[in-house]
Each structure stands twice: as C-alpha cells, then as structure tokens.
C-alpha cells in the first residue's frame, strides 16, 4: 500500500525553532499531500507535491520529495504556538482516488 | 467560496439505531470522499465516488455501512444497527477535476454509539 508514515510520532519545540517531519512510503505515486489536523477535527490542506516536483514552498512551510527513496519531508520554519497540531502525509498512487494516511506526528510548540 | 460541509456536527446514538451522515461537497467538485478517524487513530478510507462511475468501496468495513450520492453533489453516508465500535469522527471531502487532485476536508461528523 502506499500508506504514509511519518516520523516522528511526537515532536515538542520552542517558538522560533524549525520543525522537521518526515514521511516514507512504499509504492509509486502520483502526488503526495500534506495535511494538519487541530483538535481530532477537519483537515486543513497544506501542500501537494507531484512526482516530478523535488520541492516546494508554501509561506512558512517547505516540502521536499524523493522518490527515489520514497520520502518526503515537511520543514515548518520560524514555528508559532499556533502550529501546534498533527501533521499528516497522504501519498496518492498512481490509480489517483483515496488518500492512506498514517498516525501523523503530533507537534507541540511551546511558547 | 463555501467550503465541505457536514451534518450534524455530532450524533449521539444507541446501539442497534441507524444513523445517516450527511456531505456537502464544494460546488462542481466530481470527487467526494469518506473517510473515519477513531479515537487516537489515523484516518481509514471508506469510499470514493467519482462523476458517474461505481464508487470504489473498498474501505467499506462491513455490510451495515452504505453511501450515495445524489445527482453528483451532496452524499449520505449510512451505517444500520450501529455498533459501539462504529464510534468515530466521520470525515468527508471532496476534489476537484477528479482523482488526483488536492482533497478539500469538512469539519467531520463525531459519532457517539451508546
């Protein structure tokens, strides 16, 4: 399956710092996204990035890709307290349709 | 413009009841999915309609759950003689265009099986 997992699961930072969080993946894909969840509720879209992109930015945030290693990554930089939220990957196979998300890393940004 | 909406919002019910989830779609939007998320968990893919093609039902996680939808826009989604582990938040969304495109999430449906 092309189910996302990210690492890590938990990650707690001060204001300013730069958050990382990775995800690996197993099958080819179309695109991947990238996705924050506050409080067990809706999903706010962050990025997609497509197969044959290696990087892209989006205000604070930036997302790189790899598929030769099946990887992506997320750097949130300058963080906020209110960047404190679960982060999701969601590779997208080729076939296009349902997204397979992992368990998320659960950032914790302390003022 | 105007977002995925859902309704209710929350719904408590008892076990053995049946309970229907509504979606709104964004307008023109030919995708809509659902998805549950349980308590602490990630999300698990339910079932995916697309234009006028079968839905792809693959995530459905027994024959007690049931989706439609209607004229290509809104989507209930029915779960019959409901079961505490059906207890969940419920998500929707929809996309643009077709399968590969950015997901657009609601606010969720959290269901409550007593």
């Known amino acids: 399956s092309q189910q996302g997992e990210e690492d890590p699961q938990a990650l707690s930072i001060q204001e300013g710092e730069n958050a990382t969080m990775n995800c690996s993946y197993k099958?080819?894909?179309?695109?991947l996204q990238w996705y924050r969840q506050n409080s067990g509720r809706g999903l706010v879209h962050l990025i997609l990035i497509r197969s044959n992109e290696r990087e892209k930015h989006s205000g604070r945030l930036r997302v790189t890709l790899d598929t030769s290693k099946k990887s992506s990554s997320l750097l949130i930089t300058a963080s906020r307290a209110a960047d404190t939220a679960s982060y999701f990957c969601a590779p997208q196979g080729s076939q296009g349709g349902k997204l397979i998300f992992g368990q998320g890393t659960e950032l914790s940004v302390k003022p | 413009g105007a977002g995925v909406s859902q309704s209710p919002s929350n719904k408590v019910t008892e076990k053995g009841k049946d309970v229907e989830l509504r979606c709104d779609p964004i307008?023109?939007?030919?995708?809509l999915y659902w998805y549950r998320q349980s308590l602490g968990q990630g999300l698990e893919f339910l079932i995916y309609?697309?234009?006028?093609?079968?839905?792809?039902k693959s995530g459905l996680p027994s024959d007690r759950f049931s989706a439609e939808r209607t004229g290509g826009s809104v989507s209930t989604l029915t779960i019959q003689r409901t079961q505490q582990e059906d207890s969940a938040v419920y998500l929707c969304?929809?996309?643009?265009?077709?399968?590969?495109?950015?997901?657009?999430f609601g606010p969720g449906t959290r269901l409550l099986v007593l």
């Open positions: 099958t080819s894909i179309n695109n």
């Open positions: 969304a929809s996309s643009a265009q077709g399968a590969r495109e950015t997901q657009y």
């Open positions: 309609f697309q234009g006028n093609s079968a839905p792809d």
């Open positions: 307008s023109g939007h030919t995708a």
